[in-house]
């Protein structure tokens, strides 16, 4: 339906994640207009399956197309044409918030309450994982929690601190501690964490002030959700170390992790949406009385 996002990688920009969720506004439209034109049709034909049908039409466009559309038209506008990479990385220092964040949530909550979703139940944990740091690089005793200014052996939080991500050791270690959270979770769990209400991935990032005390004891999800948040949002920027990441070490990890948690979302919408979809055209033939191996509305297009 949307194509796919494998080929992503650290050189691939925002404004894709925007025609990934342009290419999906406009496949869903066209599926839309389709199917109100067959309804239409058969009323013209004067057709005994006409209601039926447009009632099936009626209820799949107004529970799941339109929200899934509308949805996937606030996120590209959010993200409009910036064509800095996924997960940019400032060189020093802090990073920055961007804009739009709001507009990610509402836009990719407005998809994820119609598709991922099992008769009421969401599908996906938000607080999926540990709060705990990844495994030291000593041995396999646990990590330190991620609490106040940072856990001592490695804490994604620092990534989103207005100030610096701390030392070279310190920012790498938080790197380190991305790729660990991305790593320990699922897509949905992701997606989840990040429309969660007043959720940790949100405060994460919009944080625009020294890390102490935010999103403390953070699961994994929410620091993968925050990590989607700030590398998709127009403008925003990951913290680097305080001083100059002159070999690129931590911008090529943090780069790394970003890369990966937005690949999970965007893979989990694109086969979530299909199925919703797809069960949802099977109503509509069903109310049409046709052979379930007959042509289907479809519901592919090229990016």
Known sequence: MTGTVLGFNT???KS???KYFKTVHDTVSSTKTA???IVDDMKAENNPN???TDVAVKTLVSEKLSKIIEGAKTVSEAIDTDNNPIGDVVNQNGGAVGDGIESLVNGIKSIVEVVLNDKGKPIGNPIAGDDKGPVKDAGN????ARTGSGGSDGDARKLFDKTNAGSQTDAAKAAKDAAKAVGAV???DILQSIVKNDGKAITLAKNDKAINGVAENAKDAEIAGGITLRAMAKGAKFANSSSVDNDGIILAA???AAVSAVTKILDTLTIAMRKTIDEGLKAVKDAMKINISDTPVSTEAKN
């Open 11 to 13: 050189t691939t920009k």
């Open 16 to 18: 894709d994640v925007a």
């Open 35 to 37: 199917l109100e034109k």
């Open 50 to 52: 006409a209601e039926a």
């Open 141 to 144: 005793a646990v990590s330190a």
């Open 186 to 188: 699922t897509g949905a």
């Open 254 to 256: 943090v780069k790394g």
